[in-house]
Antibody, heavy 115, light 107 residues
């Protein structure tokens, strides 16, 4: 079964760091474009970052310089390292397969940035 | 990159057809035929309904169709059903930007 499972969310203070994981099954992360998309409470979807199969990475301006997307091919897992977190980063974070169209989504993991 | 513009809400009666617009610019929606549409029920992850403007993934009902003209893409739901009540988002690969979202209500 093709599946994505996120983990690593939680409550973190402003300025703190958190690493999200996204374990894939049924397909190979390194052979696909993999993205992170977030959704603040009661708000719309926002694209965050993408890693191409060749390893190139891209970020939304709102997270550039603070977030890093990466993958571990041996674990078939995608990551999002989030540093210098702000209240406005509070959201459900989804990992998704694709870049032009996201056809596989995880269930999401909630990140709350608050003191 | 600014979010693509969608109507906040659209409603229709069962069996009717509704259309959701998604307006961008020549730098995003208008630049490539890489617009996708997502359905999201409360508390659930989004689901891909349309990709590359008008293509349907396997398993998606043919009641859902997509089109594009210039800088505006559209999603049409025909034969509206109760289970179609959800939020819908468009997305443009160019600009890597989502729409503002549309709440569809089945009356």
């Amino acid at each position: 079964e093709v599946q994505l499972v996120e983990s690593g969310g939680g409550l973190i203070q402003p300025g703190g760091s958190l690493r999200l994981s996204c374990a894939a099954s049924g397909f190979t992360v390194s052979s696909n474009y993999m993205s992170w998309v977030r959704q603040a409470p009661g708000k719309g979807l926002e694209w965050v970052s993408v890693i191409y199969s060749g390893g190139s990475t891209y970020y939304a301006d709102s997270v550039k310089g603070r977030f890093t997307i990466s993958r571990d091919n041996s674990k078939n897992t995608l990551y999002l390292q989030m540093n210098s977190l702000r209240a406005e980063d509070t959201a459900v974070y989804y990992c998704a397969e694709g870049v032009a169209a996201f056809d596989i989504w995880g269930q999401g993991t909630m990140v709350t940035v608050s003191s | 990159q600014s979010a693509l513009t969608q109507p906040a809400s659209v409603s229709g009666s069962p069996g009717q057809s509704i259309t959701i617009s998604c307006t961008g610019t020549s730098s995003d929606v208008g630049s490539y035929n890489l617009v996708s549409w997502y359905q999201q029920h409360p508390g659930k992850a989004p689901k891909l309904m349309i990709y590359e403007v008008s293509k349907r993934p396997s398993g998606v009902s043919n009641r859902f169709s997509g089109s594009k003209s210039g800088n505006t893409a559209s999603l049409t739901i025909s034969g509206l059903q109760a289970e179609d009540e959800a939020d819908y988002y468009c997305c443009s690969y160019a600009g890597r930007v989502f729409g503002t979202g549309t709440k569809v209500t089945v009356l």
